[in-house]
């Protein structure tokens, strides 16, 4: 025990570089007293001194509690001869606030408690000057108080508390977590920071490592089903876990994870569901649930059902949210065919762990039984559509065909049939609302409309608003009441050095009734033409036949035109034929059958035209001649009347003058040489309103004098009309007066005038234009005659 002690003493001198005792009084060998130690703050002489005195460190204890100031150490330099010449000095790290020095002595005492966590050590330095001249004996030294570790602080769990996770059905000593816990003090003094671990609450479930803290488990096969959450309350101690050691706790939350170590399993063995009839197809009618202890994906369950008799109708789904069986209809179920099903669901694990095969099957199997509840349903055809047939001279009231519909339900009731209307067409048939025979209605025409769609509606008698629909088609057949017919042309013809049994023309037929299939058209010629025919049919059995010369020598001057009345019989029955008439029409062909020339019919046979065409074309030409021959004839009517008009009465001639405005091509207008000479309307019948022919001499221009008589005149109109009582307020002659006001032309009248005809000059009307060229050459300046030029 000694020795160790000793030893444990040894290295503590060696690693720390300090004394046994705080007592720094001991002093190094001493050097010649001459040479001087040099300061940081002031240069020497460089003369060697011995040192006298030198220190390296002092220890003080912490936490120290006593009412003295706790002893240090004492410096002492060999230069003190002890007659008080010396005093010592301190400074630096807590110089004067924590540490003290008696400056005669040189003790050096702690005042105050000190904590080495809070500062594990102080530096400072220290000085012996002589009292009487202030000068330093020594040169300034360093050296360092070292606060001594007392055990003062627990272990401390920093990252408490815990919180871990574990798989469930782990092996013992699965690795659960590692704790760390700090000890504030020393590591490198004593033991006082020395911690050992251990587990206060959590036993038998797990164990921690003393050392290192890491905490595992201590029971195999822990089953989180059974228990969850633990809580394990872990201890440090320092001291190393001796008496008198100080201690720190910590809370560890540990989770069993799940594991897919549970089969999912039925609560009861037989599922009891009941359904509609009426229940739709992909509907659900049911769930069943297994119970699987694991949580989350573990827990997972998908559903089957077993292959076998009932469950052909059903399928089984998993709902994601709840993990149920979800039964859904695959098929539509009737009360009246199967009134219960039965069959097994199996539930099974969707995700296995391959650890836990040895257990045992993870799956479980439950029955399940559907019993079908009846639906008052509405009546049922025995048909999904139905498809009749009926030939177009049907008479009306006669049956076609029946539908069928019953009630299926327990107590049957009557069923009543109509018809759905939608549109006339369905009045065509009629039910028996009892029987549900169809009849026609109506008669009915393949040609008109060949098929029938409508709907049949029943219901039950019971509860007239279930009904059923089901869709009726009616084919009309055809009956062969139309005879075939020559397909165009009707025409054809035959070259004037056609050759006998050269065909000229190949005819088909073509029948207006729907013609079965394999229909056969004959072709022959007609009785009355048999004998000593120009042309001859031959059937080529294929529903075609060959016009077919049966002479040569055919000659458009002899005969032109010949008519073939051709027979073709159909083979429908009742056999219907008819006798069709060609035309065929001589032409001058070329060689090789080209026509060469034909007459104004054969030209346009090429393009298409019929006689008929060609007939009508001409009629048309025929009426827009007529047309245009009585416009013309009327209008030469219209043209005398007014010229009679103005031969009665020269006055009248004024009247009319009030309407006149359009120029030359206004036939209208007023004859101005009627007024100048009212006797050359009988001596000259010429028209003077409109241009002479080019046969006709120039008009002579009236005398001048003659217009004095013509004012007089018309004034004497002009007052006789503005005294009679009975006149118009404003008639003709007044507005005659006042005519032309407002033009560019201003008035063309003499009425108002200054000056006399032979005083005014016309010429300008000549550079009026063309509508007043004949005003101007009435008016203009008398020309000489000359008989080559037309006016």
């Not at 009487?132 to 627990?154: G, R």
């Not at 069923?415 to 209605?441: C, L, P, Q």
């Not at 007529?626 to 013309?632: E, G, N, Q």
């Not at 004095?708 to 007066?737: C, H, K, V, W």
Request: aromatic letters at 8%; charged letters at 25%.
């Amino acid at each position: 025990m000694l020795t160790r002690n000793c030893l444990s003493l040894l290295l503590w001198v060696l690693f720390d570089g300090g004394l046994l005792t705080p007592q720094p009084q001991q002093t190094l060998e001493a050097e010649p007293r001459g040479n001087v130690a040099t300061t940081p703050e002031r240069r020497m002489p460089a003369v060697r001194v011995k040192r006298g005195w030198v220190w390296n460190q002092f220890f003080v204890l912490e936490e120290y509690m006593g009412s003295e100031p706790q002893y240090v150490g004492k410096l002492h330099s060999d230069l003190d001869k002890g007659v008080g010449s010396v005093t010592y000095t301190l400074s630096g790290d807590g110089a004067g606030t924590v540490f003290t020095i008696d400056e005669t002595t040189g003790d050096i005492h702690a005042i105050r408690s000190l904590d080495r966590e809070e500062k594990p050590f102080y530096t400072l330095r220290a000085q012996a000057v002589d009292i009487d001249t202030k000068k330093p004996l020594e040169p300034e030294s360093e050296f360092i108080i070292k606060v001594q570790d007392i055990n003062d602080n627990e272990p401390k769990f920093l990252d408490g508390p815990y919180v871990a996770s574990v798989p469930e059905m782990s092996p013992v000593g699965a690795y659960v977590l590692q704790v760390k816990a700090t000890d504030a003090d020393d590591p490198t003094y004593g033991n006082s920071a020395r911690v050992v671990y251990s587990i206060l609450q959590g036993q038998p479930y797990f164990s921690i490592d003393p050392k290192t803290g890491v905490i595992r488990t201590a029971l195999p096969n822990m089953d989180r089903e059974v228990k969850e959450q633990y809580q394990v309350l872990i201890q440090a101690k320092d001291m190393g876990g001796q008496l008198g050691g100080l201690a720190g706790t910590t809370t560890v939350n540990i989770t069993l994870t799940d594991v897919n170590d549970n089969p999912p399993r039925f609560p009861k063995s037989i599922f009891h569901l009941k359904v509609p009839e009426s229940s739709l197809i992909g509907s659900a009618i049911g769930r069943i649930r297994a119970v699987d202890p694991d949580s989350g994906r573990n827990a997972e369950i998908e559903y089957t059902i077993v292959p076998g008799d009932g469950g052909n109708l059903f399928d089984i789904s998993t709902d994601e949210n709840t993990q149920e069986g979800i039964i859904k209809l695959k098929k539509p179920l009737d009360f009246e065919t199967k009134k219960a099903y039965t069959f097994k669901v199996e539930a099974s694990n969707a995700h296995l762990d391959h650890r836990f095969h040895s257990a045992g099957p993870f799956k479980d199997t439950a029955t399940v039984k559907i019993n079908v509840l009846d639906v008052d349903e509405p009546p049922v055809f025995s048909k999904h559509f139905y498809t009749m047939e009926v030939y177009e001279d049907t008479p009306v009231g006669t049956i076609i065909g029946a539908v069928t519909a019953q009630d299926l339900d327990f107590g049957s009731s009557a069923v009543r049939y109509f018809i759905d209307w939608k549109s006339d067409v369905d009045s065509y048939f009629t039910i028996d609302g009892m029987e549900g025979t169809i009849a026609t209605n109506e008669l009915l025409d393949r040609e008109s409309t060949a098929q029938y769609n409508f709907s049949i509606v029943s219901s039950k008698l019971s509860n007239p608003l279930l009904t059923s629909k089901v869709n009726v088609i009616i084919n009309v057949l055809d009956v062969n009441e139309f005879p075939p017919e020559i397909a165009v042309p009707y025409e054809s013809y035959v070259c004037e050095n056609a050759r006998p049994g050269q065909v000229i023309q190949i005819v088909g037929a073509a029948d207006k009734d729907l013609s079965p299939a394999g229909q056969k058209f004959s072709f022959r010629l007609s009785p009355e033409v048999s004998t000593k025919p120009n042309f001859t049919v031959h059937d080529f059995r294929n529903n075609t036949a060959g016009i077919i010369a049966r002479r040569s020598g055919y000659s458009r001057r002899q005969q032109e035109l010949y008519f073939l009345p051709v027979v073709i019989e159909d083979s429908s029955y009742p056999i219907q034929s008819s006798t069709n008439t060609m035309t065929i029409r001589v032409c001058r062909c070329d060689s090789d059958g080209t026509i060469l020339s034909c007459n104004v019919e054969a030209i346009f046979l090429p393009v298409g035209l019929s006689t008929g065409a060609l007939i009508a074309i001409l009629l048309c030409i025929v009426i827009l001649l007529v047309i245009v021959v009585l416009y013309v004839a009327l209008r030469r009517q219209k043209k005398k009347d007014t010229l009679m008009t103005s031969k009665e009465d020269v006055r009248d001639n004024v009247i009319h003058y009030d309407d006149e405005g359009g120029g030359e091509e206004d036939t209208q207008a007023f004859d101005i040489g009627a007024l100048r000479n009212p006797k050359a309307i009988e001596d000259n019948k010429m028209r003077r309103d409109i241009k002479p022919e080019a046969l006709c001499l120039p008009r002579s221009r009236p005398p001048a004098e003659d217009n004095t008589n013509i004012r007089d005149f018309i004034n004497q109109r002009l007052r006789e009309n503005d005294g009679d009582p009975s006149a118009p307020p404003y008639d003709s002659l007044a507005t005659y007066a006042y005519e032309g006001n407002g033009s560019v032309a201003e008035s063309l009248s003499s009425i108002d005038s200054l000056a006399t005809e032979a005083d005014q000059d016309y010429d300008y009307l000549s550079d009026w234009g063309p509508r007043f060229k004949v005003l101007a050459e009435m008016f203009g300046e008398e020309e000489s005659y000359n008989p080559d030029k037309i006016t």
